[in-house]
């Protein structure tokens, strides 16, 4: 597909609330209590293109440290939200309640939830937060994560689902964090994002299996500005459970990749000058320790989870130490950029 190559300095929307500090939610990685109680069957059965507030209350922390507040939650998502018995879900937090509160600073988040009841489910939820945590070993530009042990409580009936689920940054609290501003344009096409950047998200995305993500259709992506001079783009990406990493059952590589399945890897970086890709190789190199520890530490993922993450990058790491093997996957296969 032939797209325009544009800047795009004047379709920037200012972050509406914008705080002027990082939240410190992300800032801890023990798990979160939470304690979310709604009209949970109401809440799940809303799915339609006309989707409403649901009011609850969310509790969090135990003992003195706890406490409550008054939150609306809203279903989100797209695939998941169409395919999972349990969809996802933002919280809008009561922005002049949260001081004081693990949220200060926060406004609406999206709580990541199991897929299904079933413990594979959550084994893979646990999968997808350690690839967040692997980005942010790689990259500060990352949205940070918190895991949480969640109780949902069923107010009109009673029952209670116990499962891990996790909090992502929101774009508001990312864009203060690293000095920039959210674009909220659509075709953004790639080339305009700072090189170095997009080159190194596309080496995770190769990394971690996943070809679900694009800058132009601003699928799984973030889009944000540098507010400093020279004003770089930067493309955030987001959602991994279509991942080989991952290798959820539903997952199954787009029809515009020539793989059959998510585990196998496929690069959809363009073509940059060798300074750019091997200055984005070298930062996998030098993070891996650091990644491969993010992936051990995650509570509860059982050790056969760990080890199969940990040997699908192993692969990886196997390909970038082979110049032979560097040029075939990611020279060869790079994409070209194409003008009107």
């Known amino acids: 597909m032939r797209h325009s190559l544009v800047l795009l300095p004047l ?12 939240s410190h939610l992300f800032l801890d990685h023990e798990p979160l ?51 999972c018995s349990f969809p996802p879900i933002r919280l809008d937090l009561p922005s002049h309640k949260v001081d004081g509160t693990p949220f200060a600073g926060e406004d609406r988040l999206k709580l990541v939830t199991h897929c299904q009841r079933d413990r594979l489910s959550e084994r893979n939820l646990l999968r997808e937060y350690a690839l967040y945590r692997v980005l942010n070993a790689v990259t500060d530009t990352s949205f940070r994560v918190r895991l949480a042990h969640v109780t949902y409580v069923d107010s009109a009936r009673h029952d209670t689902i116990i499962r891990y689920g996790f909090l992502i940054e929101s774009d508001t609290a990312l864009a203060a964090r690293i000095a920039a501003t959210p674009v909220r344009a659509n075709n953004v096409y790639d080339p305009v994002i700072e090189a170095s950047y997009m080159t190194l998200v596309a080496v995770f995305q190769y990394l971690i299996g996943n070809n679900d993500w694009s800058v132009w259709g601003r699928h799984n992506m973030a889009v944000f500005q540098k507010t400093a001079a020279p004003r770089p783009l930067l493309a955030v990406p987001y959602d ?10 539903y997952a199954s590589p787009p029809p515009q990749v020539p793989i059959k399945t998510v585990r196998e890897r496929w690069y959809r970086g363009f073509c940059q000058p060798d300074s750019v890709l091997l200055g984005a190789i070298a930062r996998f190199r030098a ?48 994409r070209t950029i194409q003008l009107r």
């Open 33 to 83: 209590a939470l304690r979310l109680e709604t009209d949970l069957h109401a809440l799940t059965r809303d799915r339609g293109t006309q989707r409403k507030d649901h009011p609850g209350t969310l509790q969090y922390g135990s003992g003195s440290d706890s406490g409550s507040l008054a939150v609306k939650l809203r279903t989100r998502g797209i695939f998941r939200l169409k395919t």
């Open 287 to 334: 993070a891996k320790d650091s990644m491969y520890a993010n992936v051990r530490a995650v509570p509860d993922l059982p050790e056969g989870d760990v080890r199969n993450v940990l040997q699908y990058f192993d692969d990886f790491f196997k390909v970038i130490e082979n110049p032979g093997a560097v040029r075939r996957e990611f020279v060869r296969n790079c």
């Open 11 to 22: 379709l920037l929307a200012p972050a509406v609330g914008a705080q002027t500090n990082a």
């Open 240 to 249: 991994f459970d279509f991942s080989g990493a991952v290798n959820a059952p």
